[in-house]
């Protein structure tokens, strides 16, 4: 249900952060969009890099003549992603294995995070669509962001900095 679901997704955030008792933090850009913390997004990190994709059985056509089974822990992102194809689907939330879910027939694809994509070869699993990269960001919570802005965007800048850098190297 959609209330367990967001207590869920708070609780990735640690407290102090979701609380406002921490002034600064980290987050994945995946947890960011499926649970929309209360929080201000300040520097793309440029670690933890992967990609959120819809993968399926190698050869996997879509018949949208009906209604796609997709199997997910980021039940909003796979709902807003296929909103905007106007494709009808229905969201099968699991956690742990999400690639057992085609491979079982509880699913048609799966929406997951993918990083190499070792574990999906090893099921059978091709990537069929990204749907966007994912990586660390660094986030304030929005009272301190405007109560100690000059100290967060001194810690931001030097952040930037560093993890511009990296990223430039990637």
Sequence with gaps: DEQHDAEAGEQR???GRRKGAADIGVAGKDILLEYEPDVFELA??????????VAGHRGFRD????TLRVATKFPNIAKKYYAE????IDIIKLNGSIELAPILKMSDVIV?????GTTL???NLDVLEEILPISAR???????YKFKNNEIMEICDKINAICGERGNDR
Excluded at 63 to 66: E, G, L, S, W, Y
Excluded at 112 to 116: L, Q
């Design 13 to 15: 955030i640690p407290p």
């Design 44 to 53: 793309d990190l440029n670690m933890g890099k992967c990609r959120m994709c």
């Design 63 to 66: 018949n949208t003549a009906r």
């Design 85 to 88: 194809q106007s494709r009808q």
């Design 112 to 116: 997951d995070i993918v990083e190499t």
């Design 121 to 123: 070869r090893e099921n």
């Design 138 to 144: 660094l986030i304030s919570n929005k009272a301190s």
